[in-house]
């Protein structure tokens, strides 16, 4: 018969070795997705920055010098009052976005200083 020595202390270090090594593992693991995440962030903000640059240049260097040759003839045509330019000066805006609430946002931020 033999016998053996149950050692219940033994279990438990070994329980508490594997949930410590179970922590620690799982903070590499969120420690690693955090520093992905980042440099996601890094990638997206020089993508986002990027765009900006794409955006004001085409809207600098095309589109604002264009109105504001049309927006002169406008003007020139339309002498008479200041709300004929502007309904006439809104409908040619209109014309070219299309949409009745990015041509009043458009309007207040780039056609006042035309």
Request: charged share 40%; aromatic share 8%.
């Amino acid at each position: 018969m033999k016998t053996t020595i149950k050692s219940s202390k033994f279990k438990t270090d070994e329980f508490k070795i594997k949930g410590i090594a179970k922590r620690v593992e799982k903070k590499n693991q969120d420690l690693k997705k955090i520093q992905d995440l980042y440099k996601q962030y890094e990638a997206t903000k020089s993508k986002v920055i990027h765009l900006e640059e794409k955006k004001n240049n085409i809207l600098k260097q095309s589109l604002l010098p264009f109105m504001q040759k049309e927006l002169k003839f406008i003007k020139m045509i339309n002498t008479d009052s200041r709300e004929q330019f502007n309904k006439a000066q809104r409908q040619f805006i209109k014309e070219i976005i299309g949409d009745e609430h990015k041509t009043t946002a458009f309007i207040k931020k780039h056609v006042k200083h035309i």
